[in-house]
């Protein structure tokens, strides 16, 4: 039974849940940064994208099997509610990087794409937050 | 067949013990918490990339493929886990032989749960990204391996697991030709949403 005290503990979910919330984090970074998704990005110069990107994934790889106090020894999850805190939390992720990033671009100028294939799905958010294209989306009757 | 199994199995188990820092480093990455979580983030990666849309909805096939072949791999398992005669655990069966560095997981070894799970990830991606399909295995190849280091799979477990994934993959692969429409419904619905 011994084994299983941690998967009952609160505290083990939370730190997996900010693990990879974190990792999360640092991923959609670099995601913006390579593919020049200005509007989710939180840094306007997308060398600080990739610094912050990296290093908050090394960082919480490091923190969790180095400092969170895991022992591997112990069992941790079962199947099921591993899948399920981790889709939790990577869903939490990528809303925040969405809220966080039109908070931080709110000023970024809205710009009209012409090209209809550039403007599809996730290209719009080279030039718009998040925020930005859902309320575009919205004020014109859900067409683009 | 079984003979073989044991001896590759005790030929790669016999490597663990000997030093501290080797054992740790194979218990971080064959846990469920290192490797299942890098590829997951690398999915998300795989989602948003490609040079053009062309590219990145074969990608976005691709990603949903390898995680709906996850799911269904996982499903496997315990379908055959719940329909064979348990296999014991090298470290049950052996108990003074094995050199176990890890917990101990009390459902029966064959087939083994983080191969086909992780395989899967890997042959779903296969299916639409030939490349990242086999970049995809390297993980895979890692956690299974660490697995039979560790001493809580034999060899024939990981095979076991990996022929899962391959069925897994197989099965969504022709749902999802049948059902395209609706796989094109759901991406153009996520671009609505500039999700996808």
């Known amino acids: ?144 | 067949m079984i003979h073989a199994d044991q001896t590759v199995f005790f030929w790669i188990n016999g490597l663990a013990g000997h030093v501290a820092w080797i054992d740790s480093v194979i218990r971080i990455l064959s846990c469920d918490l290192f490797i299942p979580v890098i590829m997951i983030i690398a999915l998300i990666a795989v989602w948003y990339s490609g040079r053009n849309i062309a590219d990145r909805t074969r990608n976005q096939y691709g990603v949903i493929c390898s995680l709906a072949s996850m799911g269904i791999a996982n499903l496997l398992v315990y379908v055959f886990d719940a329909m064979l005669p348990d296999r014991l655990r090298p470290f049950e069966a052996f108990p003074d032989r094995v050199h176990l560095i890890f917990y101990q997981p009390n459902d029966p070894s064959f087939p083994s749960n983080a191969a086909a799970a992780s395989f899967a990830l890997a042959t779903g991606i296969w299916v639409y990204n030939r490349k990242l399909g086999y970049i995809f295995s390297i993980p895979a190849l890692i956690i299974s391996f660490g697995r039979i280091y560790m001493g809580v799979h034999y060899p024939l477990d990981i095979l076991g697991g990996f022929a899962l994934a391959i069925l897994a993959t197989g099965i969504v692969a022709a749902v999802m030709k049948l059902g395209k429409p609706a796989i094109e419904w759901l991406l153009k619905l996520m671009r609505k949403f500039y999700l996808a």
């Open chain 1, 1 to 144: 039974m011994k084994g299983y005290i941690e998967v009952s503990s609160w505290i083990f979910v939370a730190k997996y849940c900010a693990y990879v919330f974190i990792a999360v984090i640092g991923m959609m970074q670099i995601i913006a940064a390579k593919w020049e998704l200005k509007g989710i990005s939180f840094f306007r110069d997308k060398k600080w994208s990739y610094i912050f990107g990296t290093l908050a994934i090394i960082a919480v790889f490091v923190w969790y099997f180095g400092f969170s106090g895991l022992n591997l020894m112990n069992r941790t999850f079962d199947t099921p509610p591993q899948l399920l805190w981790l889709a939790i939390s990577v869903l939490l992720a990528l809303l925040i990087t969405f809220g966080l990033s039109s908070l931080i671009n709110r000023l970024l100028p809205p710009t009209e794409i012409s090209d209809k294939t550039q403007s599809d799905g996730i290209e719009m958010l080279k030039n718009k937050t998040y925020w930005q294209a859902c309320s575009r989306y919205f004020h014109r009757g859900g067409s683009r």
